[in-house]
C-alpha cells in the first residue's frame, strides 16, 4: 500500500450506499454513521465510545485507501525498506485527520451525531509497539518519509501485547499485558496472501551442482507462518501513503487433532502456543535462556519475513534479484535486525542461485545500519552455541563472512592476535559470543550515529578498530521528530500562534518556525504564548489528579522527565537533588523558594532490579514531601504511571523544565529532548547526545548545562575513589544520601534503599556523585530565571523557533540523499 496522488478530494469508493452530496462534513458523517450500522453493527443509541472511535477511524481509513490507490500507477524506482523491532505509533486517528486535513471536518461530523471528538479519540488504546525512544523515532521516520513522498515499506511484528501495562502497588512497578488488540486494530489490512515460512532448528547439507562447485542448504527443524498486517501511513495532506508491514506469527498447525481427539487437548495446542508466542509481548525477559532464545527468534522472524517479502516483491517487478540495490535500501534500525546480513545472502545463495561474492556485493550495496548505542550491555551479542542451535545456517555464514575478514586483514598487515580480536565478529574474551553490531557494521554500505557527539564516539569507541578499516562508511545522521505529530497535533494553541505570527506556510514547511524568533520580545506574544502553556498546564493538572490523586499548582514551574527509566539516564540524579531541595526548604522555610513540581514518568524493564527500585524511591520521596506541610506550595513530587505516546502528548506541552541529564558520552541522540524544546520546554542537561546540538541552536545562554562532558566523565572514571570523594566534598548530596539510607524515606523497611546509596559510594558507574553539585548550581539558575518572567519567555519562545532544524523531515532528506541514493521530490 504504497502511493502518491496530489489530491486529498477523491472518488468516493467507501460504501455502495455512500452518496456524496458535496458537503464534507455532511458526508463524512454518513460515512461513520454507515460504519457504525453496517461493520461495528451497532446503532447510535447503544454505541460506546470505542464504537464511535472504530467507525471513525474506518471512515478516514477509506480515504487513505482512495489516495493510496489514485498514486500505484507506477513502480517506484527505488524504495526504503526500514526494519525496525519497535515502531511506537501510538493513537493514529488524530494523525490521520491532522494530515488529511479533516480535524474540524471530523469534529463537526461527530457533533452533528451528538458526540464529541475528545472521546473518541481518547477510546483509542496507544498501540504500544516499542519502549521508547527507537520505536518511537521509527514512527516519525514513518510519517516524514510519507510526507515527503519517499516511497517506503516499515517492517516490525505486530505485538499482541506490545510493551506491558505499567501500574504502581505502593510504589513499586508492576506489569501487566497491554491489550490493544482486544478489539481489533480498524487501521489494519490483514495479508493473508502474504505469508512466508519462517525456519528454526535443523541441519544443514552439502551437494555438488558442478566441478568445484559445493551447494549447501538449511533443513529447519520447525517451522513457522509469518502473516502481514498492513497500516497505511498517509503523509502531511495526504499526497503520499506509505505502509507499515507488520508480522503476526502463526503455527503451520494450528491444531494436532489427533493428538487432541486422544485426549492431550492442552499438548494438541503446544505447537501453536510456541510459534504465537514469538509475535505475543514485546522485549520477553531475558533473565532466562528460554527469554535469550525467544528474543533471538523474534529478531529472525521478522527480519527474514521481510526480506522474503521485498525480494518477493523485487522479482516480480524487476525480474532480476541482481538489481537489488539500485531499486532498494534496506535499513536496520539497530541491531536488532542485524541477522539481515546472513539472511540475505542465504536467499541469495540458497533460492537464488548466486555465487558467494555476487551475494555479498549486493548485500553489502543494498543494505545500511543505524547505531542507536554505545553501552557494551545494549550492544546485542549472542552466545554462538544459541545461533548454531537455533539458525545453523546462518552461523555457518557467519563463521565464513569472518574468516574472510580476518584473512583480508592479515593481507593488509594487521593480523596480530590482538588486532584480529578487536575486528573480528566473535569475541572470544568470555565464552563465544557473535557481535551482532560488529555484523551489520561489515554487511551495511554506511553506517550512521544519530548525534554529532554520538557518531564521533562510534569512530572512537565501539567501532574504532572498525572505523580504521573503511574510514569513509560512518556517516551522522542527526534524529529529528515529526513537527505535525509533536506540534501540530500535540499542541494546537501552539501551533495556532506560530500560523498566526507566520502564516499558514508554517504548517507545511518547518523551517520556517524559526522566523518566530522575530517575536521573542514582544510583550504581547509573550503574554499569549505564556496564557498557552497555562491552559496546557491547567489539563495537565487534571490528568495528574485523575491518576494519581495528587493536587499540582499550575502556576509551580513543571519540571518534567519522561524517559524509560535506565541508570544512564540518572532519574536518580534528579530524585537526590529534589531530596536535597526538600532539606533545603525545610531548613529555611522563610526563603522565597520558586514553587516547583517535579513530574516523573517511564516504564523500567521486568527484570531491571535497579531501575524498579529508582521508581520506588522517586514514588517514597513523593509520600513524603507531599505530605510535609512545611514544604507546601513550594514543592510536590509525582510519578504518573504507564508512560505512553499519549500521556506524552499530554505532558509535553505543559513542561517548563526539560530534564536531559543522561551521563555524557552515553546517550546517543534522545527525541524527547527535541519535542520538549519545540514546545517551549527550557532544558537543563549534560553536553551528551543531541543535547550538544540543540544548545548550538538555540543558543548556550537559552539552555541550562551542568557536569562533565564525555571525555570528562572517562577522566574521572579512571581515578580511583571518584564517588567516595565527591561525597565527601559535597555535604548537601552527604545529607541527601544519609536521609535516604538512613529510612527516613522508608521507615517500614529503613534498610530498603541501601542498595542505591552503596552502589553510589562504591562504584557510582554513571556519576551521578561527580555531577550532583553542578547539577543544584544549575537548578538554582533555573530558579532565578523562572523568578523573571519576561526572560523566561523570551527564552522559552526562543527554544520553539529554533528547533526547526530538527524536524525528522530533515532527518529524512539527508538519509535519502548520502545513503540511500532517492531523490526527494
Avoid at 487433532?257 to 510459534?275: P, S, T
Amino acid at each position: 500500500m504504497t502511493g502518491r496522488t496530489e489530491r486529498t478530494g477523491v472518488p468516493d469508493r467507501r460504501s455502495p450506499t455512500a452518496r456524496l452530496s458535496g458537503d464534507p462534513v455532511a458526508d463524512l458523517r454518513e460515512a461513520i454513521l454507515a460504519k457504525l450500522t453496517y461493520v461495528i453493527g451497532k446503532s447510535p443509541r447503544t454505541a460506546r465510545d470505542r464504537d464511535w472511535f472504530a467507525a471513525t477511524a474506518l471512515a478516514l481509513r477509506d480515504r487513505v485507501v482512495d489516495a493510496c490507490i489514485d498514486g500505484e500507477s507506477s513502480t517506484p524506482n527505488k524504495r526504503v525498506y526500514y526494519l525496525s523491532l519497535e515502531f511506537l505509533i501510538g493513537r493514529l486517528l488524530s494523525d490521520a485527520m491532522n494530515n488529511l486535513g479533516l480535524v474540524e471536518t471530523t469534529r463537526a461530523a461527530l457533533r452533528d451525531l451528538g458526540i464529541d471528538l475528545g472521546d473518541v479519540e481518547a477510546a483509542e488504546p496507544d498501540a504500544a509497539l516499542g519502549n521508547g525512544g527507537l520505536g518511537r523515532l521509527a514512527a516519525c521516520f514513518m510519517e516524514s518519509m510519507a510526507s515527503l513522498s519517499i516511497p517506503a515499506i516499515g517492517y516490525g511484528i505486530r505485538y499482541d501485547h506490545g510493551l506491558f501495562r505499567q501500574t504502581l502497588e505502593d510504589g513499586w512497578q508492576k506489569e501487566a499485558p497491554e491489550t490493544w488488540l482486544a478489539e481489533g486494530n480498524p487501521w489494519e489490512f490483514a495479508r493473508p496472501e502474504a505469508t512466508y515460512t519462517i525456519g528454526f532448528g535443523g541441519h544443514v547439507t552439502m551437494s555438488s551442482i558442478s566441478e568445484g562447485m559445493i551447494r549447501r542448504q538449511w533443513h529447519p527443524a520447525e517451522t513457522v507462518r509469518a502473516v502481514a498486517h498492513d497500516v497505511p501511513v498517509v503523509g502531511w495532506r495526504g499526497r503520499h501513503v506509505n505502509t507499515l508491514r507488520l508480522w503476526k506469527a502463526e503455527a503451520e498447525t494450528a491444531l494436532e487433532l489427533e493428538r487432541f481427539n486422544g485426549g492431550d487437548h492442552v499438548g494438541a495446542v503446544a505447537g501453536r502456543a510456541r510459534a504465537e508466542a514469538i509475535s505475543r509481548v514485546l522485549y520477553p525477559s531475558d533473565s532466562s535462556a528460554e527469554g535469550q532464545e525467544l528474543r533471538l527468534r523474534q529478531e529472525y522472524f521478522f527480519t527474514s519475513a521481510s526480506l522474503q517479502d521485498l525480494v518477493r516483491r523485487h522479482v516480480v517487478e524487476r525480474g532480476d534479484v541482481r538489481s537489488l540495490p539500485d531499486h532498494a535500501a534496506i535499513q536496520l534500525n539497530d541491531t536488532h535486525p542485524a541477522i539481515a546480513v546472513p539472511e540475505l545472502m542465504r536467499l541469495l545463495l540458497e533460492d537464488h542461485g548466486f555465487n558467494w561474492e555476487d551475494a555479498w556485493y549486493v548485500t553489502t550495496h543494498t543494505l545500511g545500519y543505524t547505531n542507536h548505542t554505545l553501552l557494551p550491555e545494549a550492544l546485542e551479542t549472542w552466545p554462538v552455541e544459541l545461533l548454531e542451535r537455533v539458525l545453523p545456517r546462518h552461523m555457518q555464514i557467519i563463521y565464513l563472512i569472518n574468516w574472510m575478514h580476518l584473512e583480508e586483514q592479515g593481507k593488509q598487515g594487521r593480523g596480530s592476535a590482538e588486532q584480529l580480536a578487536a575486528v573480528s565478529l566473535i569475541d572470544e574474551s568470555h565464552g563465544k559470543r557473535v557481535r551482532m553490531g560488529h555484523l551489520a557494521f561489515l554487511g551495511a554500505r554506511r553506517v550512521n550515529g544519530v548525534s554529532a557527539l554520538h557518531t564521533d564516539l562510534m569512530r572512537t569507541t565501539v567501532f574504532k578498530e572498525l572505523h580504521a578499516l573503511d574510514t569513509d562508511k560512518i556517516v551522522n545522521k542527526t534524529n529529528g521528530i515529526t513537527f505535525r505529530r509533536w506540534l501540530h497535533n500535540a499542541n494546537p494553541e501552539l501551533t495556532a500562534l506560530a500560523v498566526e505570527a507566520l502564516g499558514p506556510e508554517v504548517l507545511d514547511t518547518p523551517a520556517l518556525l524559526s522566523t518566530l524568533a522575530d517575536v521573542a520580545s514582544d510583550a504581547n506574544f509573550q503574554s499569549r504564548y505564556s496564557a498557552m502553556r497555562r491552559a496546557r498546564k491547567i489539563a495537565l493538572a487534571q490528568v495528574v489528579a485523575d491518576r494519581t490523586g495528587i493536587a499540582i499548582d499550575p502556576s509551580a514551574l513543571f519540571d518534567v522527565q519522561i524517559k524509560r527509566i535506565h541508570e544512564y539516564k540518572r532519574q536518580l540524579l534528579n530524585v537526590i537533588e529534589t531530596v536535597a531541595l526538600y532539606q533545603a526548604i525545610k531548613a529555611d522555610p522563610k526563603k522565597d523558594w520558586t514553587p516547583r513540581v517535579k513530574i516523573f514518568g517511564g516504564k523500567a524493564a521486568p527484570s531491571y532490579v535497579q531501575a524498579k527500585l529508582i521508581i520506588k524511591l522517586a514514588c517514597d520521596v513523593a509520600k513524603v514531601v507531599n505530605a510535609d506541610p512545611d514544604v507546601a506550595g513550594r514543592l510536590k513530587v509525582v510519578f504518573l504511571p504507564n508512560y505512553s505516546v499519549s500521556l506524552a502528548e499530554t505532558i509535553i506541552p505543559a513542561a517548563d523544565l526539560s530534564e536531559q541529564i543522561s551521563t555524557a558520552g552515553m546517550e546517543a541522540s534522545g527525541t524527547g529532548n527535541m519535542k520538549l524544546a519545540l514546545n517551549g520546554a527550557l532544558t537543563i542537561g549534560t553536553l551528551d547526545g543531541a543535547n550538544i546540538e540543540i544548545r548550538d541552536h538555540v543558543g548556550p545562554e537559552n539552555i541550562f548545562i551542568f557536569g562533565l562532558d564525555a571525555a570528562g566523565v572517562q577522566a574521572r572514571l579512571a581515578e580511583p575513589g571518584y564517588a567516595a570523594a565527591a561525597i565527601d566534598s559535597s555535604p548537601r548530596l552527604k545529607a541527601a544520601l544519609d536521609l535516604i539510607a538512613g529510612g527516613a524515606l522508608s521507615p517500614e523497611e529503613p534498610a530498603r534503599f541501601h542498595p542505591i546509596v552503596e552502589d553510589l559510594r562504591h562504584n557510582d558507574r554513571y556519576l551521578v556523585t561527580a555531577d550532583f553539585d553542578d547539577y543544584w548550581r544549575a537548578q538554582r539558575a533555573v530558579d532565578g530565571a523562572w523568578s523573571n518572567p519576561s526572560l523566561w519567555w523570551r527564552t522559552a519562545i526562543l527554544n520553539t523557533a529554533r528547533m526547526a532544524w530538527f524536524s525528522s523531515d530533515r532527518s529524512m532528506r539527508e538519509y535519502a540523499d548520502d545513503i540511500w541514493g532517492i531523490r526527494v521530490p
